[in-house]
């Protein structure tokens, strides 16, 4: 485990056009009836529960892996947002399924995240996303750089030194999970309750899987 900050900040501060009851069109890759990462994060939730409201414990039904925001809902015209969807559709289709490994564990400023390895795949599903939305918006949000396939299992909820999380993780040894991605979805998400929720609005396929009905 690469251990990066000495102190860790709360994730839960209000970032900028964020409130309670605002909700905000953006894709992720999530892991529903993936057993062996289900598997995973409840090993990490049960070796970092005893550091109690220090953590937020990220339970299985919101697993995610961030990958590209649109806007937030009510700035974003229906039209373009259903625009995208078509192109990423027609885009995506052209991405390969691939199967990810997931761990082992390290600790950022905000968060104990997991890589996504090989992180290639990840890129080329949302550089296809970034491409469908540029052919509707006149600018893609967000940088195409700097972008990090991960998912976090825990989110640190107060400001505070990272020693007591890095050595809650580096007394026991975990075995990386497999996950099989085989669409990106579109989701309107919130975060009122210190907890990324969300619905979906669009699951797309990749290359070789059978489209969802969601």
């Known amino acids: 485990m690469t251990t990066l900050p000495i102190n860790m900040r709360d994730h839960w501060y ?13 894709w992720h890759l999530t892991f529903e009836e993936q057993d ?12 970092l529960a005893p550091l109690g409201s220090r953590l937020t414990l990220i339970p299985d039904r919101w697993l995610h892996c961030t990958m590209q925001g ?31 490994e997931i761990g ?16 290639q795949p990840v890129q080329d599903v949302r550089n296809a996303i970034r491409t469908a939305i540029g ?22 909820a107060e400001d505070g030194p990272s ?5 809650a ?25 210190q907890m990324y929720e969300w619905e979906t609005y669009a699951s797309v396929p990749l290359s070789g899987h059978r489209p969802s009905m969601v």
Request: without cysteine; proline residues 7%; aromatic residues 8%.
């Open 14 to 26: 209000w970032r900028p056009g964020w409130g309670v009851g605002r909700r905000f069109w953006t």
């Open 36 to 47: 062996d990462v289900h598997r995973l994060a409840a090993e990490y939730r049960s070796q």
């Open 70 to 100: 649109i806007g937030f809902v009510g700035e974003t015209a229906q039209a373009d947002v259903d625009a995208v969807v078509a192109g990423a559709r027609d885009r995506l289709a052209a991405v390969p399924a691939f199967d990810a």
């Open 104 to 119: 082992p564990a390290t600790v950022d400023e905000e968060a104990v995240i997991l890589p996504l390895r090989p992180g």
């Open 135 to 156: 052919d509707v918006l006149p600018e893609v949000p967000e940088s195409a750089d700097g972008f990090f396939p991960h998912m976090s299992v825990a989110y640190n």
């Open 163 to 167: 020693a007591p999380v890095v050595e």
């Open 169 to 193: 993780l580096s007394s026991r040894k975990f075995q990386a999970a497999r996950a099989r991605i085989t669409a990106a979805r579109l989701i309107v998400i919130h975060r009122d309750r």
